[in-house]
């Protein structure tokens, strides 16, 4: 079976998870390059001892790896500042490019909802942690009634947030927020972030919080029964990849009272007022294969990942010949001097990343 080479930037936690996740899950992929800043971080050194490439230099020391020609697909695991300078050095050569930050640059994608949807996209965006946990269940609630208003609520320990998770506290909930709609089907979105301290770590909760307007009589039973039944199976689906994700007690659905004010929650073209409260209570356990398993938050993002860089290799949707008449130049060259031209021209055009930080 041919195998799609990737490579990682950022050899933090979230990078090396997906290191050890590509060798002992993948069946499309194949480790070739650990890209970093920090020459004693121990994923690079985790990555030279299981015989991978290596490299400190940032995107250009991959832009300089003798494995760049066979590289399809580019796992961004840095900050979101930093994945902006990231996409604009890869994408002339035609790599794909998966985002794990919230930078937001390519569609949202959450393989439970939207796996197939972007398929030839040069870049994706996986959303963020809290995301990935509750925006399945956003889609399977609005799939049964429309959802006006839907809030979510990530809890994490702080231990699992990295520097690059604490620095990008606003483009969480920026993005989360916007990804509920877009993806999760809602009209509205909120999204909350907490970073619990607790000693010792708990593991990732996150609540679901979404207002409805059902019909009224035996209906709403039935639209009852039918919500409860779709994040059921949702749940199922996310935890086909992520075995550790649960709902830690049944879906709830209340009605909610004439008198309490939800106004303020609604698009101001939201017609019809929402009769029900729907709240989904969900724990996620990190797998274990290198985070503790209170990094839920962590392995959600990294199992979400390599599902969509499976997905991608298994179409053969890398290195799309639509997407690369200046690739495909470069190809029929020999990979020489075009290839050349242009790293050098990308390396002109774009500075190179300016924070040692911006790389978990």
């Not at 640059?105 to 439970?112: C, D, H, Q």
């Not at 009605?255 to 004010?261: N, S, Y």
Request: aromatic fraction near 4%.
């Amino acid at each position: 079976m041919n195998r799609t080479k990737v490579a990682v930037i950022g050899s933090g936690n979230i990078g090396t998870d997906l290191m050890i996740k590509i060798m002992r899950t993948a069946h499309h992929l194949e480790m070739g390059v650990m890209v970093g800043i920090d020459p004693a971080s121990d994923g690079l050194a985790r990555a030279a001892r299981l015989g991978f490439e290596t490299t400190a230099e940032g995107v250009d020391g991959l832009l300089e790896s003798p494995l760049i020609d066979e590289i399809g697909i580019v796992f961004d695991a840095t900050s979101a500042r930093a994945h902006q300078d990231n996409d604009a050095k890869l994408r002339p050569l035609g790599i794909r490019v998966i985002d794990l930050t919230p930078a937001a640059i390519g569609p949202y994608v959450v393989p439970a909802v939207n796996l197939d949807e972007h398929l030839d996209a040069p870049n994706v965006n996986m959303v963020t942690c809290g995301g990935q946990a509750t925006i399945p269940i956003v889609a399977a609630i609005s799939r049964v009634a429309p959802v006006a208003y839907a809030e979510i609520v990530a809890s994490i320990a702080s231990r699992s947030a990295g520097p690059g998770t604490r620095a990008n506290i606003d483009e969480f909930t920026e993005t989360t927020s916007e990804a509920i709609v877009r993806v999760g089907g809602a009209r509205r979105g909120k999204a909350i972030i907490i970073l619990n301290p607790a000693e010792p770590p708990l593991m990732m909760r996150d609540t679901v919080f979404a207002l409805v307007a059902l019909p009224g009589g035996e209906a709403a039973e039935e639209a009852k029964e039918r919500i409860t039944d779709s994040v059921r199976a949702m749940v199922a689906e996310v935890s086909a990849y992520v075995p550790g994700y649960r709902m830690v007690q049944d879906v709830q659905i209340t009605a909610i009272p004439d008198d309490q004010p939800v106004g303020t929650l609604l698009t101001e073209d939201t017609t019809a007022r929402p009769t029900h409260q729907v709240s989904v209570f969900l724990e996620v356990e990190g797998a274990g294969m290198y985070l503790p398993a209170y990094a839920g938050n962590l392995d959600i993002m990294t199992s979400a990942a390599v599902r969509m860089a499976e997905k991608i290799a298994e179409k053969g949707a890398v290195k799309g010949a639509e997407k690369g008449a200046e690739k495909g130049a470069v190809k029929d060259a020999g990979k020489g001097a075009a290839r050349g031209a242009v790293k050098d021209a990308v390396k002109d055009a774009v500075t190179t990343t300016p924070v040692k930080e911006a790389v978990k």
